[in-house]
């Protein structure tokens, strides 16, 4: 006479979520199986016949039942696994870090990938799979700019002091130029790589048609900016613009202007007494980084010019002042999150970042 098949208890919920397993597209199809099987078995199904229509041996549909029984739907997942031991282990790693340490081979600056793996003796992908995983991209490249001014400290504290806390009824704004933006006509368009990638691409010659001067003014409170095109960069050119940016700005007591050490920046004493509200502040020398302007001048020249092709100066104007309107309505102001880079920080081994 044969057994009866084994009750399963299962509450509404469980068999839900049960059912719902069984239709997902996004569940691993073996936790998908692993749900059928029970399902079958909560119906009454003999163990054989289950094994039979899943194609798995019926000691197969009886872990999952009984594994079900004890743990719930938890029970259904597999359990961790050690994996294949790993042929590099953490002394690998360390002579990989070690041997970054050394002078790379004759005839190289700097070490890479297939170099690394000669010098050590194994292949390109484990070496790669611990630089991967340390962090370390031994290609990419990143420069410093440490300011020698002897008062760094104390101009780099006033400027950062008006971004994070402004003076009351007061407006700062920072100011600069982007000077020689060049007017190029070149072809433009989209090409496929080796690789099958498809990239933007552009011709490697080109025509000049002449040059543009732009003047720009951030408001750091609001983020909208003040801008004028010119065709040179004169002093006499800065003032007339300060006059239309200290024209277009809201009333206020004082007006705070940041601004580099450019040499049309300076010697504007007379303008600055026929204008007692306004204020200069100068950043430290080789610290423009401290110009949030420069943040904007960094989004125009990659949305409106990088690998643009311009016929005329006018083109070139027309780009500026539609990339200017479009920005317009979405201006926010830049959070300032900048720090002081200094010479200390730089470091010549990498066992310093990874140990």
């Keep these: 006479m044969p057994k009866k098949p084994l009750v399963v208890p299962c509450t509404p919920e469980q068999w839900a979520q049960l059912k719902a397993l069984t239709v997902s597209r996004t569940a691993e199809v073996r936790l998908m199986l692993h749900a059928r099987m029970v399902l079958r078995c909560i119906d009454g199904e003999a163990i054989k016949d289950i094994a039979a229509e899943l194609h798995v041996k019926p000691n197969t549909v009886i872990t999952w039942r009984d594994r079900f029984m004890a743990q719930g739907l938890e029970g259904l997942r597999d359990r961790p696994r050690s994996g294949k031991p790993p042929t590099y282990t953490k002394a690998f790693r360390q002579r990989v870090l070690d041997t970054l340490e050394e002078d790379p081979p004759p005839g190289q600056a700097t070490w890479d990938g297939p170099a690394l793996a000669k010098r050590l003796g194994a292949s390109d992908d484990a070496v790669w799979r611990v630089l991967r995983k340390e962090g370390i991209g031994l290609q990419r490249q990143r420069s410093w700019c440490v300011s020698t001014d002897p008062e760094f400290a104390p101009k780099a504290a006033d400027i950062v002091g008006l971004y994070l806390n402004p003076p009351d009824n007061a407006l700062v704004i920072s100011v600069d130029e982007k000077p020689s933006i060049q007017a190029l006509e070149r072809r433009t368009g989209y090409v496929q790589t080796e690789s099958g990638k498809i990239v933007r691409g552009y011709k490697s010659t080109y025509k ?148």
Aim: hydrophobic share 45%.
């Design 208 to 355: 000049r048609h002449g040059t543009l001067n732009l003047f720009a003014a951030l408001e750091v409170a609001t983020g909208a900016i003040h801008t004028e095109t010119t065709k040179q960069k004169r002093r006499v050119d800065f003032l007339a613009f300060m006059d239309q940016v200290v024209a277009d700005l809201p009333e206020a007591t004082e007006i705070h202007v940041i601004l580099d050490n450019y040499c049309i920046h300076k010697k504007c004493d007379t303008w600055l007494a026929n204008h007692p509200q306004v204020m200069f502040h100068y950043t430290p020398t080789s610290a423009s980084w401290l110009n949030l302007v420069e943040v904007w001048f960094g989004l125009l020249s990659r949305k409106a010019l990088r690998g643009a092709s311009f016929r005329t100066i006018e083109e070139l104007r027309a780009a500026i002042e539609a990339f200017i309107a479009a920005y317009g309505p979405t201006a926010k102001p830049f959070v300032w999150r900048k720090r002081e880079v200094k010479g200390s920080q730089l470091r010549n081994t990498i066992s310093n970042f990874c140990n």
